[in-house]
T-cell receptor, first 114, second 113 residues
Framework: DAKTTQPDSMESTEGETVHLPCSHA???????IYWYRQVPLQGPEYVTH???QNTTNSMAFLAIASDRKSSTLILPHVSLRDAAVYHC???????????????FGKGAKLTVSP | GPKVLQIPSHQIIDMGQMVTLNCDPV?????FYWYKQILGQQMEFLVN????????KSKLFKDQFSVERPDGSYFTLKIQPTALEDSAVYFC???????????FGSGTRLLVI
């Protein structure tokens, strides 16, 4: 799986909209962009994923650049519970019946202040 | 939502002994994974498992490690014998297909002394 680049950390205040950037300049055509987050003492939690089109769910909006070389996870109206390490991960669509692993990096630590 | 349960949450074991970490995956999931996270470091993939077989393993998955899921029971990671460097948090995950998102457990904190 190709590499991603994220800032080490970002700071925000409750109620703000946060934009978490991710660069993946060497992404391949068959790689999906996944976002997970992890809070201390817990396993990672799925946030969202996309291939080409922007996606949205109850947790976040994922904006994918038209050339797919970067993406931004947008968290509207963050709360203290959104403080976590956010991982941007590229994942190759696997062949049917074979396993597919997620490869985690250091991620970006989001701090949310009251 | 559906959860992955890991038992025990903490384990302390003497170096050289055997340890088995248990994972109760989401009920309709068919793909299972173990990850290792040393304190302060990133999560590292160990192994994935499907249809009774190891599909892929990393260099961290030493010969002392083994995984299995006897019918209808826990998905287990066994380490025999344990070494000091095996101290870490081990996370289990499961997914319904190879392409779907993973559901992770809360981890088993293993301390080898």
């Amino acid at each position: 799986d190709a590499k991603t680049t994220q800032p080490d950390s970002m700071e925000s205040t409750e109620g703000e909209t946060v934009h978490l950037p991710c660069s993946h300049a060497t992404i391949s055509g068959n790689e999906y962009i996944y976002w997970y987050r992890q809070v201390p003492l817990q396993g990672p939690e799925y946030v969202t994923h996309g291939l080409q089109q922007n996606t949205t769910n109850s947790m976040a909006f994922l904006a994918i650049a038209s050339d797919r070389k970067s993406s931004t996870l947008i968290l509207p109206h963050v709360s203290l519970r959104d403080a976590a390490v956010y991982h941007c991960i590229l994942r190759v669509a696997p062949q049917q019946g074979t396993g597919s692993k997620l490869s985690f990096g250091k991620g970006a630590k989001l701090t949310v202040s009251p | 939502g559906p959860k992955v349960l890991q038992i025990p949450s903490h384990q302390i074991i003497d170096m050289g002994q055997m340890v088995t970490l248990n994972c109760d995956p989401v009920s309709n999931h068919l793909y299972f994974y173990w990850y290792k996270q040393i304190l302060g470091q990133q999560m590292e993939f160990l192994v994935n498992f499907y249809n009774g077989k190891v599909m892929e393993k990393s260099k961290l998955f030493k010969d002392q490690f083994s995984v299995e899921r006897p019918d209808g029971s826990y998905f287990t990671l066994k380490i025999q014998p344990t070494a000091l460097e095996d101290s870490a948090v081990y996370f289990c995950a499961s997914s319904s297909t190879p392409n779907s998102d993973y559901t992770f457990g809360s981890g088993t904190r293993l301390l080898v002394i």
